[in-house]
């Protein structure tokens, strides 16, 4: 009886309650490069509804695997009730972030200096990419560890779409090196790190961070995160003459994706994979050094809220080794490529239009204007947006005039470029959030809100003249 009463116990300590019974456990998929002893876990969140031509912009809720020990690989994707994997061109994962707060909720990025951010460990977008790191590594973790993962879905049908969001946990209980992971985008510490390219004709358009490192480590693995018109992710050590450490290369599908034919396309689509560096011997780096990251984009079109974020995975460095300045590159370094058919490493040519919605609750593309033209003959214009709706959809302006966008709205909108001469775009905008641009090339500008881009559309049309002087007599009407 005794003896019962003992394996009862063990069984309680090690079987179902170590983790929750809803939770199926795989061996680790090959994505995961792990160990096929380990055991991986895979939960799901949602599920999320997605309206006709929607982008879900919210904050999934998700746990870590109810065992404690390292995370070795990782991966997310959408998935229908049934779990089969929602195409690209139908629910589009455009960003997905993982945070952790560690137990108590209080672990912030220390790259951050406000420490308004959370420690963001695994991060996937169009790319797809999953986390892997070398043998012997693993970002550790705890049931008790409180996760969030902010996440951005784009729908690019009418009708409603439903998905879960499904992400897969592999795990090595047994002891391992530890990882930090570090957060460098060219943009640091925002919930929206972009920018965009103007696409004035030079060749190449690059933007720059330099981060002090708050301790000495190896860098383990990179990863990272482009957008559409990218050519290159870099990772450079200035201390060391400059020299790159990593590139992590954008793999752009085929043109025969599916995804390129989507219509109405309402943004350039990212690349489809991004390569990934890793090594167990790493490059090491001093207490309080820069690392600096850079973006390289396409400048000969514009490229509109474009992101540069580089994802590395950091080790203490080795035990017993002196503070090595600029250690030579690692023998062991892999470079892991596009994980499909046919990559293409320059960014295609894109053609966007703007988007208008039938009375059948399809969209369409257009590149005209809604309504009739309002002509702006002073120096500046004011555009209110509000209700879903721009209050001016088609304004023409002389050379040189400034439109100011005011967002009184408590729903998010922005302004961004879909074509036209130059690129730009404000950033999410609302309570009374403010916009300007000052229009120097003159052309039809081709404008919509990003985040509700088939509703919301403007055409700005700028003159090849300067803004008229004002009549003498104070007289209001066009001339
Ligand atoms: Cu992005």
Redesign the pocket.
């Known amino acids: 009886m005794v003896r019962f009463l003992a394996a009862l116990a063990l069984l309680l300590v090690l079987a179902p309650a170590a983790r929750a019974a809803s939770t199926p456990v795989t061996p680790p998929p090959p994505e995961h490069r792990a160990d096929p002893s380990l055991t991986t876990y895979v939960q799901r969140s949602g599920p999320f509804k997605l309206g006709p031509y929607a982008t879900l912009k919210t904050s999934a809720k998700v746990q870590p695997p109810e065992v404690a020990g390292a995370i070795v690989g990782m991966d997310a994707r959408l998935v229908d009730a049934d779990g089969k994997e929602l195409p690209q061109y139908v629910a589009m994962l455009?960003?997905l972030v993982f945070t952790n707060g560690g137990p108590d909720g209080e672990r912030r990025d220390p790259m951050c200096p406000k420490k308004t951010t959370r420690e963001r460990f695994f991060g996937t977008?169009?790319e797809l990419r999953a986390l892997t790191l070398p043998p012997g590594y693993g970002y550790p973790t705890t049931p008790a560890d409180r996760w969030n993962a902010p996440i951005m879905v784009m729908h690019h049908r009418g009708g409603f779409q439903e998905f879960f969001l499904e992400y897969r946990v592999t795990i090595d209980p047994r002891p391992v090196t530890p990882v930090t992971p570090y957060w460098l985008s060219v943009i640091p510490c925002s919930p929206d790190?972009?920018w965009s390219v103007p696409g004035r004709g030079s060749k190449e358009h690059r933007r720059s961070r330099m981060y002090a490192m708050p301790t000495a480590g190896r860098i383990v693995a990179v990863g990272g995160?482009?957008?559409g018109g990218a050519n290159d992710l870099i990772l450079s050590q200035p201390a060391c003459k400059h020299r790159t450490l990593v590139t992590n290369t954008p793999f752009y599908a085929p043109a025969s994706d599916k995804l390129y034919a989507v219509k109405p396309l309402l943004h350039e689509p990212?690349p489809k994979a991004i390569s990934w560096w890793q090594s167990p011997t790493g490059y090491a780096f001093r207490k309080g050094e820069d690392l600096k990251v850079t973006a390289v984009y396409d400048n000969l079109r514009p490229h509109t809220?474009?992101?540069g974020?580089s994802h590395v995975y950091v080790a203490p460095p080795l035990p017993g080794a002196p503070d090595v300045r600029c250690s030579a590159a690692p023998p062991d370094a892999q470079q892991l490529g596009a994980q499909f058919e046919g990559p293409r490493t320059t960014p295609p040519t894109v053609g966007l239009t703007l988007a208008r919605v039938g009375k059948d609750g399809l969209a369409r593309s257009t590149t005209t204007a809604a309504g009739t033209a309002r002509e702006i003959e002073g120096e500046s214009a004011t555009v209110t947006v509000r209700d879903f709706r721009f209050s001016s959809t088609n304004l023409v302006v002389g050379r040189g005039a400034v439109v100011r966008w005011r967002f009184p709205d408590d729903e998010q909108h922005d302004v961004t470029l879909a074509d036209g001469p130059v690129g730009f775009a404000s950033p999410w905008l609302r309570d009374g959030g403010g916009y300007g641009k000052r229009f120097t090339e003159p052309g039809r500008y081709l404008l919509m809100c990003s985040l509700h881009s088939a509703y919301m559309s403007q055409v700005v049309t700028v003159r090849s003249t300067p803004p008229r002087p004002p009549r003498p007599d104070g007289d209001p009407r066009p001339r």
């Open positions: 455009h960003h977008s169009e790190p972009q995160h482009l957008h990212d809220r474009v992101m974020i």
